[in-house]
Every structure is written in C-alpha cells, then in structure tokens.
Nanobody, 114 residues
Framework: QVQFVESGGDLVQPGGSLRLSCTVS????????IGWYRQPPGKYREQVGT???????VLAEPVMGRFRIFRENNKNTVWLQMNDLKPEDTAVYYC????????WGQGTQVTVSS
C-alpha cells in the first residue's frame, strides 16, 4: 500500500516559520526519493524540493535558503522546515515520491498572511 500523510499546516504571519511532516508508507520511504510539492490557489502543483534515501536534498529556487528538507528514518517521516515565510508560499503542501506516483494525500494548508 502506498500512502502519504501530511500535517503541520497553519496560518502564519510573513517572516514566520512552520514545520510540516509527511509520514510515508515504508515500502516507498525506504526505496524512493521523496518530494515536497505545493499547489498555490488557482495554480498548478509544483515541486518544492526532494530528498534521497541518503539524505541529499535539492530545493526549488523560490525556497532555497529558506526551506530545508530532512528525514527521520526510524519514523518513515520526511520534514519540511519552512522559515522566513512569504505570502507567495501560501499553498496546499503535499508529499509524494519523486517522480510522483498516483497516490496523493490530502495535503496540508499553509497560509501566510498578516
């Protein structure tokens, strides 16, 4: 079974921080690159960044230097640490494999607003 469960979204002021979590089914977590994605209001879903099984990360240019991805192997969990949040970071955030598989979770809403 393939499953992704995201949590941690919230309303935050510009400049604030949030940490999102993604729990991944073990069969996917241990063998795949995991990605964070987001879908801003009225826009297509885009990739935020990825992390390999070995912990190597790649971040999209708009979030570079502000976001960090890390994984907790004993909990099948991938985290997205988001700092210095901007209104344009407002989106529903998802995790999935990278490339993504057809098993999207519910996502978690992040709203950055004063």
């Amino acid at each position: 079974q393939v499953q992704f469960v995201e949590s941690g979204g919230d309303l935050v002021q510009p400049g604030g921080s949030l940490r999102l979590s993604c729990t991944v089914s073990r069969n996917i977590f241990s063998t795949n690159v995991i990605g964070w994605y987001r879908q801003p209001p009225g826009k297509y879903r885009e990739q935020v960044g990825t992390i390999t099984t070995g912990g190597r990360t790649v971040l999209a240019e708009p979030v570079m230097g502000r976001f960090r991805i890390f994984r907790e192997n004993n909990k099948n969990t991938v985290w997205l640490q988001m700092n210095d949040l901007k209104p344009e970071d407002t989106a529903v955030y998802y995790c999935n494999a990278a490339p993504a598989v057809d098993a999207w979770g519910q996502g978690t809403q992040v709203t950055v607003s004063s």
